[in-house]
């Protein structure tokens, strides 16, 4: 079993959104690894870093992500920082893996002061953008399509992956 897209990007580039709406127009299920990782541990991911550090939070993550990889056949998103784990960007080659990017602009449009995002504490324009800056070439990596966000709904960002599959949606 395997995922038929994964989605991979930034805080704020619609992953959660985009695999909603992906999974409606493909009759598919959805999953995310943030929502995994919580249930495991009975806890939100903001006190999973304050309790136990960000280590602790990356290893879960990966085993999240390794665990639905293998299990789950329908539209999987993953953590904004999921990708750094080596495990977890090796785990991902041979699947159909989908990076939205955004810009910072719209990116901190659309995170806003959210303070469930441990990462974006104190000045969350720079720590986006400090962020964006170092995982980008990451999500590009493992990436065998890129949609910018930006411009678009959710909707449009999943009509382009559904056109993309239609294509032969080639693997990572």
């Known amino acids: 079993m395997t995922p038929r897209v ?22 598919a299920d959805v999953r995310d690894t943030d929502e995994d990782v919580e249930r495991t541990h009975d806890s939100t991911i903001a006190d999973l870093f304050v309790d136990h550090g960000e280590a ?21 998103a993953l953590g ?25 602009s719209e990116a901190a449009k659309r995170v806003g002061l959210n303070t469930a995002r441990p990462l974006l504490l104190g000045n969350v324009r720079s720590q986006l953008k400090t962020l964006m800056d170092e995982r980008r070439p990451i999500y590009a990596e493992v990436a065998a399509h890129v949609v910018s966000t930006d411009a678009l709904t959710p909707r449009e960002v999943a009509d382009d992956i559904v056109r993309w599959l239609e294509t032969g949606g080639s693997t990572a």
């Open 56 to 76: 602790h939070f990356r290893d879960a993550e990966a085993a999240a992500v390794s665990t639905a990889l293998a299990e789950h056949a329908g539209i999987l």
């Open 80 to 104: 904004g920082g999921a990708v750094l784990h080596a495990g977890t960007r090796a785990a991902l080659d041979g699947h159909r893996v989908v990076f939205l990017d955004v810009g910072l």
């Open 6 to 27: 994964v989605l991979v990007g930034p805080p704020g580039s619609g992953k959660t959104t985009v695999a909603r709406e992906l999974a409606d127009l493909l009759g």
